[in-house]
Nanobody
Framework: QVQLVESGGGLVQPGGSLRLSCAAS????????MGWFRQAPGKQRELVAS???????NYSDSVKGRFTISRDNAKNTVYLQMNSLKPEDTAVYYC??????????????WGQGTQVIVSS
């Protein structure tokens, strides 16, 4: 079992940046892949970005080129750097641990979520 705590959400203007952090309660080195999901009212939950145990990354088409996922296994922490934010990025963002199967990411543990609002 692992517990995840997100931080770094808030209100930002379009074109601005935020960095989300997710701290795990136990070591994740060489054990878990990690992923960030988001969900906005009236929209389906979306996998935004994921990262393997060795640092390979994947992004949704909607954020590729603007967001960067990274991990620091020594600190049991995963990050989501969000640049050039748009109003449509407004959502609750969730940190997860998970596994890759046949190239797809499947979450198994979820954080509580952190709100990101992009508005002028």
């Amino acid at each position: 079992q692992v517990q995840l705590v997100e931080s770094g959400g808030g209100l930002v203007q379009p074109g601005g940046s935020l960095r989300l952090s997710c701290a795990a309660s136990r070591s994740i080195f060489s054990i878990y892949a990690m992923g960030w999901f988001r969900q906005a009212p009236g929209k389906q939950r979306e996998l935004v970005a994921s990262i393997t145990t060795v640092g390979s990354t994947n992004y949704s088409d909607s954020v590729k080129g603007r967001f960067t996922i990274s991990r620091d296994n020594a600190k049991n922490t995963v990050y989501l750097q969000m640049n050039s934010l748009k109003p449509e990025d407004t959502a609750v963002y969730y940190c997860t641990t998970g596994q890759y199967y046949s190239g797809s990411y499947y979450p198994d543990y979820w954080g509580q979520g952190t709100q990101v609002i992009v508005s002028s």
